[in-house]
């Protein structure tokens, strides 16, 4: 399968500690975006790449939040000393970046980090 | 960024044909029109992307009215399977804009 993966899958940490997600993108897409999803509400946008430069940042991304994508591949969210209002599912997706407006420039998610914070 | 209206709710029987409209009345003259498709604890999934007229697929249709200010999905013939939330989005699509989720369209199909 060549489309977005991210990993883990399910995390399940307590309050305080630090993870890490990763998300490796389809092939040669050079846009990557973090989203984050709670239940019964739509994904909410957090961050996204262009090759390995982050050229934008949501309000929601507070200061315990960092992505990096330091080769212009995979990406990085970290979250440091977690809340358990960070609980969510975690979406990484992918695009091919900037072309012809008649292409369109689909965006593909991956399946999500789920994250619980107990 | 164009904001997009869509019913909450809507429930269907299988081998029925299901239109979710949704209204973006400001939709800029660069933006196109994407559906996605999401089940439980999955990421959306990419279901049909128009500018103008109507485009289709395998999956489904997309009408788009000359003046843009809405949309319509059709899915033909739906499955329980189809049971998802649906969002409709709009966008430039260079991607400098990233996209911007509603709370979508909660479809339950019924057997």
């Known amino acids: 399968d060549t489309g977005v993966s991210q990993d883990p899958r399910h995390k399940i940490t307590k309050r305080g500690q630090n993870v890490t997600f990763r998300c490796d993108p389809i092939?040669?897409?050079?846009?990557l975006y973090w989203y984050r999803q709670t239940l019964g509400q739509g994904p909410e946008f957090l961050t996204y790449?262009?090759?390995?430069?982050?050229?934008?940042k949501s309000r929601l991304l507070s200061d315990r939040f960092s992505a990096e994508r330091p080769k212009g591949s995979f990406s990085t969210l970290e979250i440091q000393r977690t809340e358990q209002g960070d609980s969510a599912m975690y979406l990484c997706?992918?695009?091919?970046?900037?072309?012809?407006?008649?292409?369109?420039?689909?965006?593909?998610f991956g399946e999500g980090s789920w994250l619980t914070v107990v | 960024l164009a904001k997009t209206t869509q019913p909450i709710s809507m429930d269907s029987y299988e081998g029925q044909e299901v239109n979710i409209t949704c209204s973006h009345n400001n939709i800029a003259t660069n933006d196109y029109i994407t559906w996605y498709q999401q089940f439980p604890s999955q990421g959306p999934r990419f279901i049909i992307q128009?500018?103008?007229t109507k485009v289709t697929n395998e999956v489904a249709s997309l009408f788009i009215p000359a003046d843009r200010k809405s949309s319509t999905l059709s899915l033909p013939r739906v499955s329980l399977s189809d049971t998802a939330v649906y969002y409709c989005l709009v966008g430039d699509n260079s991607g400098n804009t990233p996209l911007v989720f509603g709370k979508g369209t909660r479809l339950s199909v019924i057997a």
């Open positions: 997706a992918s695009s091919l970046g900037q072309g012809p407006p008649q292409r369109g420039n689909t965006i593909y």
């Open positions: 790449f262009q090759n390995e430069a982050q050229l934008e």
């Open positions: 128009g500018y103008k």
């Open positions: 092939s040669e897409h050079n846009r």
